[in-house]
T-cell receptor, first 114, second 109 residues
């Protein structure tokens, strides 16, 4: 089985722009979670999607949004980028999105905002 | 206080040494995860456990639910074990994982 893939792997954007990141889960996995990792805050949960519905959301401003398609692929969008949005963005997929199943992480997208 | 606390933050060992990383948590959980992150960012799930002990090769993870504590042990450490090890917890209903700050392990030859 192919692993979780994320595109692009690296991205440089300017303050005020918007960005869309993509995540393709492992085949058969219906849950996709997104995480932000920064040196100062560590890993933080952004949101989780299951069957095209956002089920859970972390403590991030409304500029961070996402969606999931019928094939379970997910995108996250950040609008009006700020310097503090520079981070590694990781997605993870799991079978049914409960805490009973392991999450498999993608390689991440490293976003730099200048 | 963070919901998930790890210690130590940094650890340097000589090749062959036995290593222990500790994790304490303060919330109710359905599972505890040990993750490994190498430079470059990719995260690999090492263990997911809800009770007792699990072993994969030279790695052993234990959890004590009553004490809300888990340990990750590496026997006969090797330079390729150098990475950041992250403890995370998840609840039964969702994938809102809460993470520790990580332990940066360096194993010197």
């Amino acid at each position: 089985k192919a692993g979780v893939t994320q595109t692009p792997r690296y991205l440089i954007k300017t303050r005020g722009q918007q960005v869309t990141l993509s995540c393709s889960p492992i085949s058969g996995h219906r849950s996709v979670s997104w995480y932000q990792q920064t040196p100062g805050q560590g890993l933080q949960f952004l949101f989780e999607y299951f069957s095209e519905t956002q089920r859970n959301k972390g403590n991030f401003p409304g500029r961070f949004s996402g969606r999931q398609f019928s094939n379970s692929r997910s995108e996250m969008n950040v609008s009006t980028l700020e310097l503090g949005d520079s981070a590694l963005y990781l997605c993870a997929s799991s079978f049914d999105g409960t805490g009973r199943h392991e999450q498999y992480f993608g390689p991440g997208t490293r976003l730099t905002v200048t | 206080k963070n919901e998930v606390e790890q210690s130590p933050q940094n650890l340097t060992a000589q090749e062959g040494e036995f290593i222990t990383i500790n994790c304490s948590y303060s919330v109710g959980i359905s599972a505890l995860h040990w993750l490994q992150q190498h430079p470059g960012g990719g995260i690999v799930s090492l263990f997911m456990l809800s009770s007792g002990k699990k072993k994969h090769g030279r790695l052993i993870a234990t959890i004590n639910i009553q004490e809300k504590h888990s340990s990750l042990h590496i026997t006969a450490s090797h330079p390729r074990d150098s990475a950041v090890y992250i403890c995370a917890v998840s609840s039964d209903n969702n994938n809102d994982m809460r993470f520790g700050a990580g332990t940066r392990l360096t194993v010197k030859p």
